[in-house]
């Protein structure tokens, strides 16, 4: 997953920078509002977003984004219990709320399950066609017989996987995958995608000509 | 002198107006049967002279004429009341004539004129035109005492009646100007001065007027004093919780990219971390200024299965939901369980022997029931400082917070805390 990290304090950003990082995400981390505009276009899977940040508030950033349409999932991240404060956090369009301190393995797991949400997916399993993957696990079978996939693989998977459906463009996906990497390494994808199809079959992946890829295209 | 208690207002100025009327009422009875007897006596004294004085003409034309004695005048009115005797001083005093209820003996030996008492007898004596004759009207004393007595009866009779009525309608004026004070105290239980532009409304007398403002103002401190300490604790809750989530953080990758040799010491301070962490989350839970508590129903088996702490079984057998504040009882039963780990149990087993209350027993050494007893002392005298640990102090601050309190029980084996978390 591609994550934008929204945190100003410095042990814990760079903490969970790196332990996204070690779990296989792509993270990209703002510690103001202000420097978000740098990623202005960008695609991301989830934010994960503090409420007290230097210039601002990040729960009146959230309501902004989500007035302008952006449904990107969101993590609150905030050292607010109180009931009164998570109600809010989550009225004003967080998808889930962590109190801090939290573990880190926990807040994946959170991210994890508001992705699989928003991607119409309660299940942490999903079956397409012969191919059935575990979201959570990171294991993918085929004919019921697991397959093992490198890291790079896996995320091209999981970003298609959370589209389910959708028709995801060549650049959209190399920024989910790859980051700001994918200015370097252009065909990277196109790499990760044939050998997806080798070990899953051509069916998984279709390939909508001039637009992108997609799986779980229509019957 | 110190007042009891349950002394009521009412009660006392009620029982200080009853014993005063009373007090009242014997000193005007007295003052008044002593009037009456002078003014009574005052009356007869004079009715007795005015009867002599009627009665002095006839008897001495009577004596000049050489009649019978007379018929009195004034008998017929003053009969049974006055009698008379005519008395000659001449030599030894003898009875000339008299009325026939009159004594046979002279009243007086020797001439006594105006009033005087003889046993028995009020007299009044006036001397006639004829040398050494006295005439003395007199009346019995008991008579004159039956009068002062029907006249002090009659003043009682209208008196007592006076005097219950007005014990009664002072009970009710006591009773009716005590009720703004009874308003008062169902206004303050209703009275919430965190609400915005709340105030304790009019005083409804004057003398209320002061303890409305004085309460006001009390509130007015009390609410900007939270309000700073809200404030303060969400400025100390972000210090403390945002730098615990980064030391978790940094332990977590650290322990991804540790190698083998150093990933046990690396688990050991990420679970000292951790136990830090429940420690500060309890204790930031349980000062949050002006929080109240927010119940809601709380399965235990589901809040065992989301309070892994490492090395502890946790079981929950045939419990009952719980009714109360899920971050409070998360923090008190987490500091518990950390006590049972420190003090070498395997197991820890929640379980609900009464309506809502929970109990965390664990398979440790236990206590011995001397030491019990002193743990439960201080837990109920809130004596904590050097007598408890932090687990079972913040354990009863979370039982009382919810109205009710902690109680250790005796075990065959093990420790057990129970949380009484009050009525639902």
């Known amino acids: 997953m591609r994550l934008l990290l929204i945190e100003d304090d410095e042990l814990l950003g760079s903490g969970l920078r790196d332990f996204l990082r070690v779990d296989g995400h792509v993270v990209e981390w703002a510690r103001q509002l202000g420097e978000i505009d740098a990623y202005r276009g960008e695609p991301f899977d989830a934010y994960l977003l503090d409420w007290q940040l230097p210039d601002g508030s990040g729960l009146e950033w959230l309501s902004a984004r989500r007035e302008r349409g952006d449904v990107t999932p969101v993590l609150m991240l905030t050292a607010r219990d109180l009931l009164e404060d998570r109600l809010r956090g989550l009225d004003s369009g967080a998808d889930d709320y962590i109190v801090k301190p939290f573990a880190p393995e926990e ?40 397959t093992e996939l490198t890291s ?21 996906l190399e920024r989910l995958v790859l980051g700001f990497e994918s200015e370097l390494a252009s065909n990277a994808i196109e790499v990760h995608v044939s050998s997806l199809r080798r070990k899953l079959g051509r069916e998984l992946v279709e390939t909508v000509r001039g637009m992108g890829y997609r799986v779980g295209g229509p019957a | 002198m110190r007042l009891q208690p349950s002394a009521s207002i009412g009660g006392r100025l009620i029982r200080s107006l009853v014993l005063w009327s009373v007090i009242w009422c014997a000193a005007l009875g007295g003052a008044l049967w002593m009037i009456v007897q002078e003014e009574v006596a005052e009356l007869l004294d004079d009715s007795l002279q005015s009867a002599a004085e009627g009665l002095i003409g006839p008897l001495v034309q009577s004596r000049t004429e050489h ?30 004539s008299s009325a026939r209820s009159a004594p046979v003996s002279p009243l007086h030996d020797i001439p006594k004129p105006g009033f005087s008492n003889v046993p028995g007898w009020r007299v009044y004596g006036q001397a006639t035109a004829q040398d050494g004759q006295m005439v003395y009207v007199a009346q019995t004393t008991e008579e004159r005492v039956e009068a002062a ?21 002072l009970r009710s004026r006591v009773h009716r100007e005590l009720q703004p004070l009874r308003d008062l105290s169902q206004r303050l239980a209703r009275y919430d001065p965190m609400q915005p532009g709340a105030t304790l409304g009019t005083a409804e007398r004057e003398e209320l007027r002061p303890v409305h403002a004085a309460i006001d103002a009390l509130a007015g401190r009390l609410t900007r004093r939270l309000a700073d300490e809200r404030a303060f604790t969400s400025h100390a809750a972000h210090a403390l919780r945002t730098p615990l989530a980064g030391i978790d953080a940094q332990l977590a990758v650290a322990l991804r990219e540790a190698n083998a040799a150093t990933r046990p010491r690396l688990q050991r301070v990420r679970t000292a971390a951790e136990r830090l962490q429940r420690v500060v989350v309890a204790l930031l839970a349980m000062f949050r200024s002006g929080a109240e508590v927010q119940r809601s129903e709380i399965n235990v088996a589901a809040l065992a299965a989301r309070l892994p702490v490492e090395g502890l079984v946790i079981e929950a057998e ?36 009464g309506a809502n209350v929970l109990q965390v027993h664990d398979d440790g050494p236990g206590v011995d029931s001397a030491r019990r007893r002193e743990l439960q002392a201080a837990i109920d005298a809130q004596d904590y400082d050097g007598r408890t640990g932090l687990g079972l102090m913040l354990a009863d601050l979370v039982a009382r917070a919810h109205g009710g309190g902690l109680s250790l029980p005796e075990q065959a084996s093990g420790f057990a805390a129970e949380l009484n978390l009050g009525s639902r």
Do not use: Y
């Open chain 2, 149 to 169: 007595t029907e006249i002090a009866l009659a003043a009682l009779l209208v008196g007592a009646p006076m005097t219950l009525f007005a014990v009664l309608w």
């Open chain 2, 67 to 96: 009649v019978d004695p007379p018929v009195p005048p004034l008998a017929s009115s003053t009969s049974g009341r006055f009698v008379w005797q005519l008395v000659s001083h001449q030599g030894p005093a003898h009875v000339v």
């Open chain 1, 107 to 146: 807040m994946v797991a959170r991210v994890r399950a508001i992705c699989r949400r928003r991607a119409g997916s309660a299940g942490a399993r999903v079956r397409v066609g012969a191919v059935e993957v575990d979201l959570i696990s990171r294991c993918a079978w085929l004919n019921s017989e697991r």
């Open chain 1, 152 to 172: 790079r693989e896996w995320s091209v998977l999981e970003a298609l996987m959370l589209r389910f459906g959708r028709i995801v463009s060549k650049a959209e």
């Open chain 2, 318 to 353: 045939g419990t009952t939901p719980l009714v109360a504040d899920a971050d409070l009882i998360t923090a008190a039963v987490l500091n518990l369980m950390d006590n049972a780990q420190r003090h070498g149990a395997r197991t820890v087993t929640f379980s609900t022997p």
